[in-house]
Every structure is written in C-alpha cells, then in structure tokens.
C-alpha cells in the first residue's frame, strides 16, 4: 500500500507544497530565480563505506518541469546526515537534490530512485528497480531574483552563447574575467574535514565578517574572508583544482581517502558548498579545474570508466547549480583528443542547463597540437591559455579567436596562467613584473577581444602557487585588473567591437573598435598613434584613461578628431612614457 505525505515548507517566506508518495520530501532554499533549491528525501539508511554504496549502486534523479513545459533533469546525490558539513556524519538516510530554477512561475518535480548494480553510471531512465521515495512528486512556486549588483543570483546563470564572451542569462551582459589562479590548491583548507591543513588563510581573518558563514562550531573564517577580500579587489574568479592526487599539492580530493576512487566524502563536500555559495554571493566565478597534467590518467588509465564517469556526476551533482562556473577539463592536459572529447560530452551530459562552459588547459608548447583538433568540437567553449612568454598574449588570443570563428564554433579565449613557472606574477614591489604583466597580458588579451585573465603566481617568490595564504601579497595586480575591467565595462560596447590593430600608426599598440562607432587604442609604452577613420567625415571626441591608477577619463591635447583617412590623437594629458588608453566616440548632435 503506497503511502502519501504532503510537506508545507518555509523556505524564505515562499510556501512550498511538496506532496509525495513513499515518504517524506523536504523543500529548503529561496524560491527565487537563480537561487538554490534544495529537495531532500528520506531514503535507506546507509553510510559511506556501506554495501551497496549509496554513491555507485543507488542513482537519484529528479525531473523539473516548469512553467512553459520546459523539463530540467538533475543528478542527485547522498547527504548522510543532511547536516553532515556541521557533524561530520559520514551516515545517515537523506537523499539530497540541488536545483537552481531559470523561470519564475509553477515548478512541478518527480523524483526517480533507482538501486542495482552500478545503477549511478547507467544512462536508461528504468536501470534497476525502483527503491524507497521512487515516483515521489511534488510543486513550488518560484518568484523572479531581487538580488543586485554583485550577485551572480541576480544576473542569471554564466552561459557560453556562441560568441567570444559568455554571458548572463538573466541580464544579457557579457563578461569579462579578472581573478585568481594561484593557490592551485585552493581547497587545501584545513577547515574542511579529511584535508591536509595547507592553507588556513589566516592573513584575511580579519576580512571575515558577521553574518558570514562558518561550520562546525567556528571553521571557515580564513577561507571566507580570503575570498572577501578577493571580490572587495573586484575579482570575479577563482580558479581551483578539484583533485590534486599524485600532483604537485597531492592535498585535494572529494573522495573519503587520496586513494579512494568511488567513495565521497559528503562532510567535506558540503562544506565546499558552503564556500561556494559565498562566492556566489560575492559575485566569484568558481574555475573547476577537474584534473592536472600528473594525475590525468590516474581514473580508469585515463579513459573514460567507471571511476571518471562517478567523479564527474558527483561534481556536477552537487556542484552544478551555481550560476557561474568553468569546467575545465584539465591542467597540461596529456588525454588524447578523443579522450578529451568523451569528457567533455559526458560532462556536458550530466549538466541539466543550458550552456555549461568547458574548456582545457595545455602546455605553452602544445597549443597547436592540442586545440587545433578540438576546433569546430562543439563540446568545448574555449582554450585556458598559458603562455610561457607572456608577451605572446596579445597575438595567441587573436589567432584562437580567429581559427574558432573561421571553424564555425568561436571560443572564448582567457589567459589563465602565465610563466615562466618560477616567476608568473611577482608580489608586489621596486622590482615586481606587474606593469609588464599589465600591459603585456591584461590588457593585451582583453584589447584582443579575449575574455579575460587570471593570475599565477611562480615558485620562486613568497606566497606562491602551492603556499599562498594572502592575496593581499599581489594588491596591485588587483587593482590594475579592476581598473582594465571598469574600462571595458563602463565606457566600451566591447562584444560588438573587433581587434582592429591594422587601423593605427604605432607598431606596438592595440586598437579594439567598432569602425565609424566607437575605437579604444592602447598605447603599451606611451607616446601617441593615428587612427585611421576610413571614410567617415564625423566627428568624434578622443579621451585617455589611465590603466595604471584608473579614475575617470581625462582630456589630452586632442579632443576632438574627424577623417577621412588617419588622424593624430596627440599626446597623453601627462607621463606620456607610460601606458594609456585612449576612447574615441563619434559625437552625437
């Protein structure tokens, strides 16, 4: 005899009805768009060590169909406890599914449970039989985000679109990156349960605020202020590693052990998710980095099996609903193409909304070898460009930009690490490399038509790839990034403009431009240029912003130009031996 239990939820001040066959289900979350909701359910009472393992012979999938008919299917996952980031529990009965609505209005959900053998990797709907809370369904009504400015819950999921910028879902705005790529080992915490304590963060305790999360009594405060003090720079990523096993920091893994495979921790994982979340509040995008170059073929000798297909749904499970991720397939890659290729369609299998952004990592050396074959792949969204020459930054962007669109595919093309590996990007100081990193990376990639950068920090200088405990320690390359970012965002139309360097006199600069529009000239050593304005006879007014210190847009000796054909800009208003960008508007009558 089938049982029937309706649940009235409190989540935020929306009501929620669950009614549910075979058991309970709980509602939890604000029922906003954007925003997580969490569905739990009530199953077998098991653990993570149990047989069968709640993780690979139990699969729990559960169908959201919205208002306009429009159905959503998400991978669910074993909670222990349901508490299990407070308690550490490693048992428990909840069953736990997270789903972050597109649409306002009536969301109906179904729920599947299935047990058998090795069920969680297999794709037929009906794979072992029904078990507990199977066919358990429910509704809640969802209303639009009132979340703003920085909030990724406000602007929409992060969605690749086919263009060389991602954009929001809910707000339509391009975006361009700025963040952190060191520490690798960023989840290397030692407030999360069954992890080396590499990083404590104590430096950004103080960046810790009340009303900020923590769990287990006290933990967290490092991490969270870490990443406080991150988006009070104005940053908006941060690039990690999921699974370091066998690598360089060999202190990350989701699993219950280093060298277990199939077995989840579910107290370390939900603590991640509370950071994760945070950097959704923030406005920080999460850089999931799945594998490196030292443990590539570490699951299933690198194919795609049964410890790869697990690890995958796992992340995506838990991990899938925050609106702003990249799902890197790896760090120095050393997979084969059809390797490669397998993974990211399995991935962006597993993902239930529209427009997941994949890209891959390589070697500076093997660029041509790696993604040349992945162009036209409809399953990567972009390169995660490392360039051992630094200076290269400018062109490489254009050349994958240029060989994606004319592929019918185009990437969108970000600069991720730079070396040599002993310096990337020095700490502050007299004798630190950030102006160069500045002019030759920053805004080379971003004057390009890439996507943005984050930044590396080398071996050979405190606070480092695998050792960093304070962002504060690269202030200034913070700062230079906001202000190329503030750029951009305030005073370009920059996803309708091209790299247009053909259309200045200076050997060395770099022009972005809508022709006959809009143009915005870089300067990388100073001095002036001509721009050519072709055919038009308008007029247009030229203003300098300075990339070093940012600021509003100043005057120079030249304010106003009109063509046909090149015209002077003049010089800078002052230190016209240092970098300066240069905005040229058509006037309006």
Known sequence: MKRYCTVLMVAAGCLAWATTTAGAAT???????????????????TSESAEPSPFLHYRL????TGPWDSSITVPGFYAADGHAADSGSSSGSTWRVRFCPPEPGVWKWRASFRRGDRVALAGEPHAGSAAAFDGASGSFTVKPSEKDGRDFRGRGRLRYVGERYLRFAGTGEPFLKGGADSPENFLAYEGFDGTPPTHAYAPHLDDWREGDPTWAGNRGKGIIGALNYLAGKGMNSVYMLTMN???????????????????FDCSKLAQWEIVFSHMDRLGLMQHFVTQETENDHLLDDGELGPQRKLYYRELVA?????????????????????????????????IPYRGPFLVVHTYPQKKKKIYEPLLGFRGLGGPALQMGNPKGSHSETIRWLERSREAGHPWVVCVDEIGPASTGVMPDGPDSNQDMVRRRVLWANLMAGGAGCEWFFGYDYPHNDLD????????????????????????LPFAKMRHADDLTSAPDDYCLARPGEVYAIY?????????????SDASFQARWYNPREGGELRRGSVTRISGPGQVSLGPPPDHSGRDWAILV????Q
């Not at 999938?61 to 959201?64: D, E, G, K, M, S």
Request: charged residues 30%; hydrophobic residues 30%.
């Open 27 to 45: 509602i939890d979350g604000t029922l906003k768009t954007w925003h997580r909701v969490t569905v739990s359910f009530e199953g077998p009472e």
């Open 61 to 64: 999938n559960v169908t959201f």
């Open 245 to 263: 096993v066998t690598g360089d920091g060999r202190d990350v893994w989701p699993w219950t052990a280093k060298n277990a495979r199939m077995r």
């Open 318 to 350: 838990r991990f899938a609903h925050h609106p702003a991720i990249t799902w890197n397939l790896g760090e120095e890659n050393t997979n084969t193409d059809e390797q490669r290729k397998r993974f990211a369609r399995y991935i962006r299998g597993l």
């Open 468 to 491: 960093c405990e304070d962002w504060s320690s690269r202030s200034r390359m913070w700062d230079f990034t906001r202000h190329a970012l503030r750029f951009f965002h305030r005073h």
């Open 523 to 535: 300067l990388p050593e100073g001095g002036s240029t001509k721009l050519d304005l072709g055919d």
């Open 585 to 588: 508007e058509r006037r309006t």
